[in-house]
């Protein structure tokens, strides 16, 4: 399946779930936020989530900051 | 005595609130927060690197359980952006809470005031704990109340330019005028700024550069410290007033 995820285009997505998603990136759900076509995924709703061909996900931490 | 601020039942430790960015690297973050004695520390909202996910996290080094992180909107221009960015920070989060920057223009940093009203009007409906980022303009402070903000956040003068406290009559009225804490954001320099926005009476400061970008930023971060301690005291004690001529401090009588 092709995702394009924080802004970068990758062809070869085996996950079908925000939660497949972000274990196949070696990403702890904890500490991030997930957008999926603009709208929020809640973390309640990550194994739940499905992703089609063509969706753009948006993953998003905290970084220092003022 | 007890001298803590609480704004909408969240008690803070302290009255210096620390941003964790532009420091060499996560290690100085922690021990410049460590030694300012804050309990707040600001963060930004950015793209989780999905490539190399060996880089260390930020929280690794900043617990939560210890700090109150308090995500920006930093870097954004627009309301439809400060919007996004602070539902995501609150679902990649822990509260509420968030200090909203609508930045409209690149060199100066200030903000575009109008979507900053928008945007407070628009969390604060869906139960945001909102800090608008916003001029030392008194009409504006009384706008972003009107709008549902929890605290109001004064510039003391542009972001990182540690210029100081530009307008201290502003902040005064400001602090006459405004209901709710009013937490100075931005532009101080060093400890005497610092003091002065505390003296004036305001509930807290909030520095990022002015730390981070110090020669030795953990030092400055314990004159910080004692700044904010200082000018709080020197509020509350009440300072004398300004006099054009001198009052001797020693007694005329017994002189010979």
């Known amino acids: ?66 | 005595m007890k001298d803590r601020l609480a704004i909408r039942g969240i008690e803070f430790g302290s009255r210096l609130w620390v941003g964790t960015g532009k420091y060499k690297d996560f290690e100085e973050t922690k021990k410049a927060i460590e030694a300012s004695g804050t309990d707040v520390v600001t963060v930004a909202v950015r793209r989780t690197n999905i490539t190399d996910r060996k880089s260390e996290n930020l929280l690794d080094y900043i617990d939560p359980k210890k700090y109150k992180i308090l995500p920006n909107t930093a870097g954004c221009y627009t309301v439809t952006d400060a919007v996004r960015y602070s539902r995501l920070a609150r679902e990649a989060g822990v509260s509420d809470m968030i200090k909203i920057e609508v930045i409209g223009d690149e060199k100066t940093l200030f903000p575009d005031v109008i979507g900053l009203l928008e945007a407070t009007e628009t969390l604060a409906k869906e139960g945001f704990i909102v800090f608008p980022y916003t001029n030392d303009d008194p009409i504006m402070a009384r706008r972003l109340v009107d709008a549902g903000a929890a605290a109001v956040m004064p510039l003391a003068a542009p972001i990182g330019s540690g210029l100081g406290i530009r307008n201290p009559y502003n902040l005064k009225i400001i602090l006459e005028t405004i209901p709710v804490p009013i937490i100075v954001d931005a532009g101080v320099g060093t400890a005497s700024d610092v003091a002065i926005a505390m003296e004036l009476g305001c509930d807290a400061v909030l520095l990022n550069t002015a730390i981070a970008g110090a020669k030795d930023p953990v030092m400055m971060a314990g004159a910080m410290k004692h700044a904010v301690l200082a000018g709080r005291l020197a509020f509350k004690a009440g300072r004398i007033p300004k006099k054009l001529y001198a009052t001797a401090s020693s007694p005329i009588e017994g002189m010979l």
């Open chain 1, 1 to 66: 399946m092709r995702l394009t995820i924080n802004g970068e285009t990758r062809e070869d997505v085996a996950a079908s779930t925000v939660a497949e998603l972000l274990g196949e990136l070696k990403i702890q759900p904890g500490r991030v936020a997930v957008e999926v076509n603009l709208t929020i995924v809640r973390k309640t709703d990550y194994g739940s989530f499905s992703l089609k061909d063509g969706d753009a996900v948006e993953i998003v931490s905290f970084v220092g900051g003022g």
